[in-house]
């Protein structure tokens, strides 16, 4: 495999590692952005390392694309962002604290923050800061975080009076169901917010109005208003199968590892713990340099499948923390051969329906052990890690 200028990548002796396509990333931002009004704004949600792959990397290419905003979960977040040299608007959109109000407020630009209860506002007015961009969170079916619509008309009362030293930039909620078929939920929620909206409009003309993720961006229009805040559509996975019609994503993430050991074996022989697993006749078991600690999730043991020479073969057993062993039958498998665990002949989604999960959660458990290689053209850029 070739290589940048530069850039030293030995991919030979990596047992395990995600290979991570910034141009899957750019593609993905690129055809979300084309179902979306030219003035609506694009935030790409970086948060969780960027959904695993890597949250500056991952950023760059977003904001190469046409992403004028970025999304984290915590001030940590952004200020990794800052350093990194990020001078887009940054909204935090976790709860904080008093004193992280205040480490927002210190970075230029300062990062956004999320009010999101009414005790946020409280702290908020007694903390000694000026120069607060702050986005209003109002909950309208989440039940997680937000104030309620009722408490708005008090909440901007609060913020015309604090103002120049505390700046409403924008007005949200979450839309808790718009990856379901049956619409209902969401409209109602849209229901609910929309004279939220129309009353911030009035007050604060500027203010940015934003309710859309992935699934809200492609299956309610309506919901756009003045930006969307994209995720899990970033890095290339759907949020619900009905919504893949609606525009063509790239999987941006390949996680791979190696065969360790290739061992024939006899009917009837147990394989890893519990020995929940016996050879239904003589075959071929393969090692895989992979486990839970990597981040492969444990309950696909026995259901998982994987993919060597772009062929599918099931696990055999108990996934291990460092391993995982496939079954092969009478494949010619050899030591160092390429296993692809999700990526593009097995999909997270694949994965996530074994394990019992969302592929949400297969794409942030990939371990901090595991490399990422970055990818542009399909050649390896830059890499990262193990952390």
């Known amino acids: 495999m070739q290589v940048a200028p530069g850039v030293a990548i030995?991919?030979?002796?990596?047992?395990?590692?995600?290979?991570?396509?910034?141009?899957?990333?750019?593609?993905?931002?690129?055809?979300?952005?084309?179902?979306?009004?030219?003035?609506?704004?694009?935030?790409?949600?970086?948060?969780?390392?960027?959904?695993?792959?890597?949250?500056?990397?991952?950023?760059?290419?977003?904001?190469?694309?046409?992403a004028t905003w970025l999304g984290v979960a915590t001030l940590d977040e952004g200020l990794v962002l800052r350093v990194a040299?990020?001078?887009?608007?940054?909204?935090?959109?976790?709860?904080?604290?008093?004193?992280?109000?205040?480490?927002?407020?210190?970075?230029?630009?300062?990062?956004?923050?999320?009010?999101?209860?009414?005790?946020?506002?409280?702290?908020?007015?007694?903390?000694?800061?000026?120069?607060?961009?702050?986005?209003?969170?109002?909950?309208?079916?989440m039940t997680r975080l937000g104030v309620l619509p009722e408490d708005v008309p008090t909440m901007l009362d609060v913020l015309e009076r604090i103002r120049p030293r505390v700046e409403l930039e924008g007005c949200c909620t979450h839309l808790a169901a718009a990856d379901d078929v049956d619409p209902s939920f969401t409209r109602r929620q849209l229901e609910t917010f929309a004279p939220v909206a129309a009353a911030v409009r009035k007050r604060f003309p500027a203010a940015?109005?934003?309710?859309?993720?992935?699934?809200?961006?492609?299956?309610?229009?309506?919901?756009?208003?003045?930006?969307?805040?994209?995720?899990?559509?970033?890095?290339?996975?759907?949020?619900?199968?009905?919504?893949?019609?609606?525009?063509?994503?790239?999987?941006?993430?390949?996680?791979?590892?190696?065969?360790?050991?290739?061992?024939?074996?006899?009917?009837?022989?147990?394989?890893?713990?519990?020995?929940?697993?016996?050879?239904?006749?003589?075959?071929?078991?393969?090692?895989?340099?992979?486990?839970?600690?990597?981040?492969?999730?444990?309950?696909?043991?026995?259901?998982?499948?994987?993919?060597?020479?772009e062929r599918r073969y099931p696990i055999a057993g108990r996934v291990n923390m460092d391993h995982l062993m496939v079954d092969v039958g009478d494949a010619d498998v050899r030591m160092g051969d390429e296993v692809e665990l999700f990526g593009t002949a097995v999909s997270a989604d694949d994965l996530a329906a074994w394990a019992g999960s969302v592929s949400y959660q297969i794409l942030c458990a990939v371990g901090p052990r595991v490399p990422r290689v970055f990818l542009r053209g399909g050649q390896p850029v830059d890499v990262r890690g193990p952390r």
């Open 10 to 66: 030995d991919l030979a002796r990596r047992r395990t590692w995600a290979e991570v396509d910034l141009d899957a990333i750019a593609a993905n931002v690129r055809a979300i952005r084309a179902l979306l009004p030219e003035s609506c704004r694009f935030m790409a949600v970086v948060k969780a390392d960027g959904y695993g792959h890597g949250m500056t990397q991952a950023a760059k290419a977003a904001v190469e694309a046409g």
């Open 85 to 141: 040299g990020f001078r887009e608007p940054v909204l935090v959109l976790g709860a904080l604290g008093s004193e992280d109000l205040v480490a927002a407020s210190v970075p230029r630009p300062p990062l956004s923050v999320t009010i999101a209860s009414p005790e946020m506002m409280e702290a908020l007015l007694q903390t000694p800061v000026s120069g607060v961009r702050v986005h209003l969170k109002v909950d309208t079916g």
């Open 208 to 309: 940015v109005i934003h309710t859309a993720s992935s699934a809200g961006a492609i299956a309610f229009p309506e919901s756009r208003y003045d930006m969307v805040r994209i995720g899990l559509s970033m890095y290339g996975i759907y949020p619900a199968p009905h919504l893949q019609p609606a525009v063509a994503l790239q999987p941006a993430m390949r996680f791979l590892s190696r065969i360790v050991r290739v061992l024939r074996v006899p009917a009837g022989t147990p394989v890893s713990y519990g020995a929940t697993y016996r050879t239904a006749g003589a075959t071929t078991i393969a090692t895989v340099a992979c486990g839970y600690a990597d981040g492969y999730p444990r309950q696909a043991g026995g259901r998982g499948q994987v993919v060597i020479r």
